[in-house]
């Protein structure tokens, strides 16, 4: 018997897309590694198979598929179908992470120890940070908003196996903020190896010239590096 995702996620297959997204957001916050230190092993296949089943059932064709095949036949479908074959490859503590940002992307960090989304590699080497570079009009520096970012990254697949990904990121840019700020993702850059420590992600803010007007350098308060730990504290 294949894996009812519906009730990985603790939702009635009637369910609607925000009962997936509640299902996901409450399983996922009481399964986390990091809630769980003394079942570590038992919690992360249980956040994986979570972060599978929401990737599944939020993806109405997938959801389709799987409603009419189940697990077998979503991942192995019927020869001659033309069916691309489902298998689940994401990062499930990116996933965590880009949920809960996505829900306020200028909120403050929803827990206390949501500070980096891999736990047990703190020893371990990280990896080399990726530095992205924001370009930003000066509306937006002076009143705030919120950018989407997509970013070329190196991550590891369930096999053990590096792959990239185009990953769409969060920035709340804050009122204020001035060319030069450092905004640090935690957790959020490549990781290439499982013996090492997923590396960081950087963003760099740039004020954009006004279209015709020639950009004309000059010095700026770089200010102390914000460090999110995979969001952005409010203001």
Known sequence: MGKDYYGVLGVPRTATTPEV???????????HPQRNPGSKAEAEQ???DIAEAYDV??????????????????KFPPQGSGVEPYQYVGDPFALFASFFA???????AYEQDYNGFAPGLDKKEAEKPIEVKVACTLAELQDGSARRVSVQRTRLGPDGKPF???????????????????????????????????????????EKAFPGNEHVEAP????????????VPAA
């Open 164 to 206: 990239q990904e185009s990953k769409l990121i969060t920035l709340p840019v804050r009122a204020g903020w001035k060319e030069g700020m450092r905004v640090t993702f935690r957790g959020e850059g490549d990781h290439t190896s499982a013996s090492k420590q997923p590396g960081d992600l950087i963003f760099v803010i740039e």
């Open 21 to 31: 997204r509640e299902g996901y957001r409450r399983t996922a916050m009481k399964w």
């Open 46 to 48: 249980r956040f994986r």
């Open 57 to 74: 059932l939020i993806d109405p064709l997938r959801r389709r598929r799987y409603d009419d095949l189940g697990e077998k036949g979503l």
């Open 220 to 231: 700026c308060d770089e200010g102390p590096p914000v460090d999110t730990g995979g969001d």
């Open 102 to 108: 996505d829900a306020n992307p200028l909120a403050a």
